[in-house]
């Protein structure tokens, strides 16, 4: 099992609908979990990060479930600039080595 | 002006030669990072650094060296470059807050490197 893990999408969507992406880790020690947003020819930048059973900043909300070890990001009432791809990003259990970064789940939001 | 900076954004090279990718940082963090990104790829992590005497591969460092001169500087070298070695570079940075390390990558804008 890769250490984390993403459906590399594309996920297109229509404005105002609601998406969910899942991603799955494999550490099941893993204490700290990220979402990063990452716009065409970029650098990624932080979402939102994701602690014990999770948070939600305006139309995004983060779940972390720890027996499946899966963390979750939904957007609701997508906008077209959420056009983006979405990193899930864990912090290794030890903090003394590197964020793992996933390979990303790619957002397209249509008119 | 940008927290992290890296120099040049766009250079174009030819197959073998030494090319330099700088990034500096005015956070004041500990931890640097330069990571590749290709298409379909993700984000890879050529080499870290967690303060100015430790150096640590990353999973795909063969091909690159650094240098970590300072704790505000972080610089990647290709020594020989080769066409394979195209892509985007990113170099980041993270550090402590109140409570400990934050997890939190900074990144710079990018370095695109192209090589003939």
């Known amino acids: 099992r890769k250490e984390v893990e993403q459906d590399p999408g594309p996920f297109n969507v229509p404005e105002g609908a609601t998406v969910a992406f899942n991603c799955t880790y494999s550490?099941?020690?893993?204490?700290?979990f990220f979402w990063y947003r990452q716009d065409c020819r970029k650098e990624p930048k932080l979402l939102m990060s994701?602690?014990?059973s999770g948070n939600e900043d305006g139309r995004f909300t983060a779940q972390l479930n720890r027996a499946s070890q899966y963390i979750s990001l939904l957007i609701r009432d997508s906008k077209l600039s959420d056009s983006a791809t979405y990193l899930c990003?864990?912090?290794?259990?030890?903090?003394?080595?590197?964020?793992?970064f996933g390979k990303g789940t790619r957002l397209s939001v249509i008119a | 002006d940008a927290d992290v900076t890296q120099t040049p954004r766009n250079r174009i090279t030819k197959t073998g030669k030494r090319i330099m990718l700088e990034c500096s940082q005015t956070?004041?963090?500990?931890?640097m990072y330069w990571y590749r990104q290709d298409p379909g790829l993700g984000l890879r992590l050529i080499y870290y650094?967690?303060?100015?005497?430790?150096?640590n591969k990353g999973e795909i460092s063969d091909g690159y060296s650094v240098s970590r001169q300072a704790q505000a500087k972080f610089s990647l070298s290709l020594e020989s470059a080769i066409p394979n070695q195209t892509a985007l570079y990113f170099c980041?940075?993270?550090?402590?807050?109140?409570?400990?390390?934050?997890?939190?990558?900074?990144f710079g804008e990018g370095s695109r490197l192209t090589v003939l």
């Open positions: 980041a940075t993270s550090g402590t807050g109140t409570s400990g390390y934050t997890g939190e990558l900074f």
């Open positions: 550490n099941s020690a893993s204490q700290s």
């Open positions: 994701v602690y014990s």
């Open positions: 990003v864990v912090n290794p259990p030890s903090g003394n080595t590197p964020l793992v």
């Open positions: 956070k004041g963090h500990d931890r």
């Open positions: 650094s967690f303060d100015v005497k430790d150096i």
